[in-house]
Nanobody, 122 residues
Framework: VQLQASGGGLVQAGGYLRLSCAAS????????MGWFRQAPGKDRDFVAF????????YYADSVKGRFTISRDNAKNTVYMQMNSLKPEDTAVYYC????????????????WGQGTQVTVSS
C-alpha cells in the first residue's frame, strides 16, 4: 500500500484543517488506518485510528472532541478533520496502515505515508 498525505498548512489558533491520505496498491479496505504526528524534537505520537469499516474510531486524549477521523473505502482515502487547532498541534502528520484491528502503537503499522506539515500560529 502506498500512502500519500496532504492537506497540511499554516492556520491560526482556533482554526481548522482537513487532512487526507490517499492509498493505492493493495486492498485499502482491509486495513485499519491511523494518523500519527511528530513535533520537532519529540517522538512520533499516536493521534487517531479508524477501523476497516469505519465503525470504530479511537483518539488520543489530546485531540478528543476536536479531531474526527473517517474513511471512504470507495475512494481509498482516509480523512482527519481538525477543529479548534492549538499551537501544540503543530507537527508533521503521518498516515499509516495497520493489519491489527485496533492499533495505537507505531509498530502495529506496516505502511506509512510521507507526512504533511501542520503549523498552528498563536
Amino acid at each position: 500500500v502506498q500512502l500519500q498525505a496532504s492537506g497540511g498548512g499554516l492556520v491560526q489558533a482556533g482554526g481548522y484543517l482537513r487532512l487526507s491520505c490517499a492509498a493505492s496498491g493493495r486492498t485499502f479496505s482491509g486495513y485499519t488506518m491511523g494518523w500519527f504526528r511528530q513535533a520537532p524534537g519529540k517522538d512520533r505520537d499516536f493521534v487517531a485510528f479508524v477501523s476497516w469499516s469505519g465503525g470504530i474510531t479511537y483518539y488520543a486524549d489530546s485531540v478528543k472532541g476536536r479531531f474526527t477521523i473517517s474513511r471512504d473505502n470507495a475512494k481509498n482515502t482516509v480523512y482527519m478533520q481538525m477543529n479548534s487547532l492549538k499551537p501544540e498541534d503543530t507537527a508533521v502528520y503521518y498516515c499509516a496502515a495497520a493489519v491489527s484491528r485496533q492499533a495505537t502503537v507505531q509498530t502495529q503499522y506496516v505502511y506509512w505515508g510521507q507526512g504533511t506539515q501542520v503549523t498552528v500560529s498563536s
